[in-house]
C-alpha cells in the first residue's frame, strides 16, 4: 500500500510539456485514415527528464502513450546550484544541432519552442539556447538531451581524476597567486 502511495506521489510531482502534434494521413481504398503523432517531455523540475513520441488514432491517446514512455526514459542530469548548466554543450543529434550555454542568474530561458520546454521540465532557469540546422522537434529534443547527458558537473571531474572539487575548479591557484 505505502509503494503505491509513493510511486502515486512521485508521478504528480512531474512536469510535463507538450512539444508538438503531428496529423498524418494514410491512404487506403475507401479514402484516408488519419492518425497522430504527439511529442512529450517530462521533467521533476529538478534535473530529471525524459522524451516520449506516442502515435494512435486520436490525439488524446497519442498524448498518453508519449508521456508513458518519456516517464520510463527519464535521465539524471546535474544542475550547478540547481538553475544553470555547469558548462556549455554542443549536441546533435541527425541534423538537428544545439549550442547550449550556461548563464548568470537572472537570465531567464533564452530558446525556442522545443528547447524551451526541456528547459522548463529540467528546472533549468538560467540558460542561452541556439538551434542550428533544422527545425525538426524531434531532432532538436533529442540532440538537446543527447548533449544535457554529456554535461560533467566538478565533482564527477574531480571524482574520475582522484582529486579535490576546488583543485578542479582552480581556487586552490587563485588563492596561492595572490600571496
Do not use: C
Amino acid at each position: 500500500m505505502a509503494r503505491a502511495d509513493k510511486a502515486q506521489k512521485q508521478e504528480t510531482e512531474l512536469i510535463d510539456r507538450l512539444v508538438g502534434i503531428n496529423r498524418v494521413a494514410k491512404v487506403v481504398k475507401g479514402g484516408r485514415r488519419f492518425g497522430f503523432a504527439a511529442l512529450v517531455v517530462v521533467g521533476d523540475g529538478r534535473g530529471r527528464i525524459g522524451v516520449g513520441a506516442g502515435k494512435a488514432k486520436e490525439v488524446p491517446e497519442a498524448i498518453n502513450k508519449a508521456n508513458e514512455q518519456a516517464k520510463r526514459n527519464m535521465v539524471r542530469i546535474p544542475l550547478r546550484e540547481g538553475r544553470t548548466l555547469h558548462h556549455d554543450i554542443k549536441g546533435r543529434f541527425g541534423a538537428g544541432k544545439v549550442i547550449l550555454r550556461s548563464a548568470p542568474a537572472g537570465t531567464g530561458i533564452i530558446a525556442g519552442g522545443p528547447l524551451r520546454a526541456v528547459f522548463e521540465v529540467l528546472g533549468v532557469q538560467d540558460v542561452v539556447a541556439k538551434s542550428v540546422g533544422t527545425s525538426n522537434p524531434y531532432n532538436l529534443v533529442k540532440a538537446a538531451i543527447e548533449g544535457l547527458q554529456k554535461t560533467e558537473s566538478p565533482r564527477m571531474v574531480a571524482g574520475r581524476r582522484g582529486r579535490r572539487v576546488n583543485e578542479i575548479l582552480g581556487r586552490k591557484a587563485q588563492e596561492d597567486s595572490k600571496e
